[in-house]
């Protein structure tokens, strides 16, 4: 009996070995197809192509993900991983503060304790990698400087160190500005003249990338003084405004204009999107382009059918999306005499609402109400793929392909080195982490 049983937890030993091992391949596959973008055939990422294709949780596909790639930096672990000689449990617990300098370390935490143990020490590790970077920022912030003085010809110097974030939007800003002085000073000369012109007045030449810098800044100080410093609300900063002429809604190839607001031109297929589910007000022209009349301000979708297409729907209907926020989709465009009602309208997040207004993704309404999904080639899209083929003796098959790859996996393979004492995980981190010592 007991010799029974002895043998029953050595063959769950085992099979839970290999299972991690196979694991290891898995994860190898699931980062190369990450890489070569596989997945970008309409999902939003390679966690949602793993929760529609292979059935996983979302939560477990975005962790499946997470570890791939970490594990594609930590080739020791990867490797204890793919001999079966650590759990999937503990490599995903290590790979979470992992790094290639503490790798080996950590690795050996991994061998020595249980799950348990790794779980505990990798919590006190991000305590202290926590305080380290809660350290460095408050270094940042107390070393932003900025110091503008004059040189002794009278020219200003300017010389400072700025925090990421805020580096980030003076880099944007000057860019907008260089452009707006730059771009469009180059589309104000006619073509085929530039040439002559430089030839003739040399100091006319293009600045130099320094000295287009030096003139967008000083934009820039003009702009905000002229705007009173007012940084705006979030939404105005990033209102877009549509410009459609009406035959371009109905037909994207039909003569007339799709422009934002400041008269970038955009796609018709962009200004379809936008105009699926959005609040409209239709203005006449007259031949000159005077507007005639201005209609009053209508929602596409009423908000008491927006909420009967919530309830219905849910979320984005697209195959392995779901995601909670969406817009109304008109499937067939009111633009087209499409009705607005609720067997022609779908919920589309945004993502999902862009693939088949831009992307050449085409979705319709069967006769039995359920929605189908096409990919831009027209192969159909399904709500559930069907499921891989496994072989009768599946356990046996990866036996088998273990044993050809050379791997040794026995009943003690995965075995961790604690013999019970009790675990301190402050002496641990102490003795591990290499920022610990300086606390
Ligand atoms: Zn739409
Ligand atoms: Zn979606």
New binding site residues.
């Given amino acids: 009996m007991n010799t029974d049983l002895d043998r029953l937890g050595d063959e769950i030993a085992e099979l839970s070995a290999h299972l991690d091992a196979a694991t290891a391949h898995l994860l190898d596959l699931i980062r190369e197809f990450d890489e070569r973008g596989g997945w970008n055939t309409g999902f939003?990422s390679c966690a949602a192509w793993l929760a529609w294709r292979v059935g996983l949780a979302p939560g477990v596909a975005r962790e499946k993900v997470r570890v791939a790639r970490t594990l594609g930096t930590l080739p020791r672990l990867a490797q204890a991983l793919a001999r079966g000689e650590l759990s999937y449990s503990k490599i995903r617990e290590l790979t979470r503060v992992a790094t290639p300098e503490t790798e080996e370390r950590l690795l050996a935490v991994g061998r020595a304790g249980t799950a348990e143990h790794v779980e505990r020490i990798v919590r006190g590790w991000r305590r202290v990698d926590r305080i380290a970077e809660a350290r460095e920022t408050v270094r940042r912030h107390a070393g932003r400087t900025l110091q503008v003085y004059p040189d002794g010809d009278g020219m200003v110097i300017v010389r400072g160190r700025l925090e990421p974030e805020v580096g980030a939007v003076l880099v944007q800003a000057l860019a907008a500005a260089r452009e707006a002085l730059y771009q469009k000073a180059d589309e104000n000369v006619p073509a085929g003249t530039c040439g002559d012109v430089s030839a003739e007045t040399p100091a006319l030449a293009q600045p130099t990338m320094p000295q287009q810098q030096a003139d967008a800044l000083a934009l820039l100080a003009e702009t905000a003084l002229h705007h009173g410093i007012d940084p705006g609300a979030p939404a105005e900063r990033y209102q877009v405004v549509v410009h459609v002429d009406a035959p371009v809604l109905a037909d994207a190839d039909a003569p007339g204009q799709s422009v934002l607001g400041d008269g970038a031109r955009v796609p018709a297929g962009t200004s379809q999107r936008l105009a699926c589910d959005a609040s409209r007000v239709i203005m006449r022209h007259d031949p000159d382009g005077r507007v005639t009349e201005v209609g009053a301000r209508t929602r596409t979708i009423p908000s008491a059918l927006r909420r009967a297409l919530h309830h219905r729907d849910r979320g984005?209907r697209?195959p392995g999306?779901g995601?909670r926020f969406?817009q109304g989709h008109h499937i067939r465009h009111w633009a087209h005499g499409g009705p607005t009602t609720l067997s022609n309208l779908a919920l589309?997040?945004r993502?999902?609402h862009r693939a088949v207004h831009e992307e050449g993704y085409q979705m319709e309404r069967q006769p039995n109400g359920e929605l189908s999904f096409r990919r831009p080639d027209g192969r159909l899209l399904p709500e559930v793929p069907p499921a891989a083929p496994v072989p009768a003796d599946s356990v046996g098959a990866l036996r088998a392909r273990h044993e050809t790859q050379g791997l040794r996996i026995h009943a003690r393979t995965a075995s961790c080195g604690w013999l019970g004492e009790r675990l301190d995980v402050g002496w641990a981190i102490d003795v591990l982490h290499p920022l610990a010592a300086r606390n």
């Fill in positions: 939003r984005c697209f999306c995601v969406g589309l997040c993502r999902h």
